[in-house]
């Protein structure tokens, strides 16, 4: 799996470039989507602490980046990157119409992260993704 994310880095560029036009879009993209109002928008789970739907997609978007740069010595850029871009996108909601910046979003975008960042320490240091 480490070795088709690496040999096709592709496919973190496009993921990353999804997720910066669905939070660039002003109003939700799959609420256009699937309900056909942009007003409205679709909740994989109910929120708790943090925005549920943030925190899974910053995790997907996170756990692609490290399988793509796994083998790679750009980690520490990797991990600048996805807390840069986490916090930036939310951020950005302060001046797109139709968008709120909100801190659980916020919140459940560095969480993603963090939790990926944990598990590839935890991993990496038992030698898994060694050379």
Do not use: C
């Not at 690496?6 to 993209?29: A, C, D, E, Q, R």
């Amino acid at each position: 799996m480490i070795n088709f994310f690496h040999n096709n880095k592709i496919i973190f560029y496009l993921t990353n470039f999804f997720l910066i036009v669905l939070y660039i879009f002003p109003g939700s993209l799959p609420g256009l989507v699937f309900y056909g109002d942009k007003e409205i928008q679709p909740q994989i789970t109910p929120d708790f602490i943090l925005s549920s739907n943030h925190f899974f997609v910053f995790i997907l978007i996170s756990i692609i980046g490290f399988f793509t740069y796994a083998k790679s010595k750009k980690i520490k850029y990797l991990v600048i990157y996805l807390i840069f871009l986490s916090t930036i996108l939310e951020i950005f909601h302060l001046i797109i119409p139709n968008r709120s910046f909100e801190w659980l979003d916020l919140f459940g975008n560095l969480f993603g992260v963090l939790v990926v960042i944990f598990i590839y320490n935890l991993i990496n240091n038992h030698g898994v993704f060694k050379k």
